[in-house]
Structure formats: structure tokens, C-alpha cells
T-cell receptor, first 114, second 113 residues
Framework: AQSVSQHNHHVILSEAASLELGCNYS??????LFWYVQYPGQHLQLLLK??????LVKGIKGFEAEFIKSKFSFNLRKPSVQWSDTAEYFC????????????FGKGTTLSVSS | DAGVTQSPTHLIKTRGQQVTLRCSPK?????VSWYQQALGQGPQFIFQ???????QRGNFPDRFSGHQFPNYSSELNVNALLLGDSALYLC???FGQGHYGYTFGSGTRLTVV
């Protein structure tokens, strides 16, 4: 069965600091990878997704993620965070061919101080 | 606007009761998935409906059941409610296999007392 691990439970940064959130998945086949963000009191929103091709994926709001197949990782990065990036971040995966259920990690809370 | 509409937004039920949650998918989407999100946790997959049939199911007991209607809207039913069923229930819609992403609703906050 697929599973997703997010290593950082709570990350605290100052504005303008760089961000990297770790995500590892376990599944041997083709996968689709996603990062979702949940701002306080709002619904889950898609930040970026990877299906195939260039392993470096750029998303909204200056976020990017790199798929490293050999490490089963899909880490999220942002060069300079803003106070408005304070939110819960979820990594998710679904099997590219065999299944369709989107499996989530437990999430990382990002707190950015101004 | 999430595009996916869930109702009600909040609900309080007593242990042992039954509850029905509703979801209208984003226009153009034909697949509905349901998730349970406990406080401080990631969403847990309950099941997915496509063409009015349950296509895939997560590790949830039979007390959790669902239905999809011809207009693609969906219901989640939970019988014999337990205190541990208190959570945010999310509906996500997608097209086909979901390879192009899922759109989530704002959820229904269920509290069991």
C-alpha cells in the first residue's frame, strides 16, 4: 500500500528565510505527486503537481518541488517565505496507473514570523 | 470559491446516531472522493465513487457508506456514530482517474458528543 511521510511536523521561519519541506513516499510503481496547502479556515488548495517529465516542478506563489525517483522524495521549496505562507502543507501521492486514491502525509505546519 | 460544495458546514450528533453528509462536485468532474481529517492529521481516504459505484475504499469500517447520484453528487453516511468519528469530512472531486488533480471542498465539521 502507498504511504507518505512528511518529516517536519512544525517549521518556524522568519520572513525571507528559505524553506524546504521533506516528503517521502513508498510505492514501487509510477506515481503522481502533489503538494496541497491549507490556510487557516480555508479549503485545501493545490500548490503544484508532478506527473511526468521535468522532475523540477514549479507551482503557484513561488513554490517549487523536485521529484527524485531514486530517493522516493518530492520535497517542497521556496527561496524566500512571506508571512502569508503561514499554513498547513500536505504532500500527497496516487498510483499513476493502478489506483486513483490520493494518499496524504500527516502535514507540516509552517509558521512565518514577520 | 472551491467549486466543490459540501453541506452542512457544521454538525453535532450524539453517539449511536446516524449522519448524512452531502457533496456537489466541481462542474465537469465525474468522480467524488471522501476523506476524514482528524485534528492535526492529514486527510485519510474513505472511498471514491465513479459512475455511481464505489471504485476504491480505504481502511474504514462498514459503518461508513456512500452513494453517488446520476448528477455526480454524492452522500457519505455514517451509522452508529462513535466519539472517534468527530473530524472534518472532506469531499474532493476529480475527472476520471484523478491524474490532473483533485478539487477539495471546505468540509463538514462533525462533532459527536
Amino acid at each position: 500500500a502507498q504511504s507518505v511521510s512528511q518529516h517536519n511536523h512544525h517549521v518556524i521561519l522568519s520572513e525571507a528565510a528559505s524553506l524546504e519541506l521533506g516528503c517521502n513516499y513508498s510505492y514501487g510503481g509510477t506515481v503522481n505527486l502533489f503538494w496541497y496547502v491549507q490556510y487557516p479556515g480555508q479549503h485545501l488548495q493545490l500548490l503544484l503537481k508532478y506527473f511526468s517529465g521535468d522532475p523540477l516542478v514549479k507551482g503557484i506563489k513561488g513554490f517549487e518541488a523536485e521529484f527524485i525517483k531514486s530517493k522516493f522524495s518530492f520535497n517542497l521549496r521556496k527561496p524566500s517565505v512571506q508571512w502569508s505562507d503561514t499554513a498547513e502543507y500536505f504532500c500527497a501521492v496516487n498510483a499513476g496507473q493502478a489506483g486513483t486514491a490520493l494518499i496524504f502525509g500527516k502535514g507540516t505546519t509552517l509558521s512565518v514570523s514577520s | 470559491d472551491a467549486g466543490v460544495t459540501q453541506s452542512p458546514t457544521h454538525l453535532i450528533k450524539t453517539r449511536g446516531q446516524q449522519v448524512t453528509l452531502r457533496c456537489s462536485p466541481k462542474s465537469g468532474h465525474d468522480t467524488v472522493s471522501w476523506y476524514q481529517q482528524a485534528l492535526g492529521q492529514g486527510p485519510q481516504f474513505i472511498f471514491q465513487y465513479y459512475e455511481e459505484e464505489e471504485r476504491q475504499r480505504g481502511n474504514f469500517p462498514d459503518r461508513f457508506s456512500g452513494h453517488q447520484f446520476p448528477n455526480y453528487s454524492s452522500e457519505l453516511n455514517v451509522n452508529a456514530l462513535l466519539l472517534g468519528d468527530s473530524a472534518l469530512y472532506l469531499c474532493a472531486s476529480s475527472f476520471g482517474q484523478g491524474h490532473y488533480g483533485y478539487t477539495f471542498g471546505s468540509g463538514t465539521r462533525l462533532t459527536v458528543v
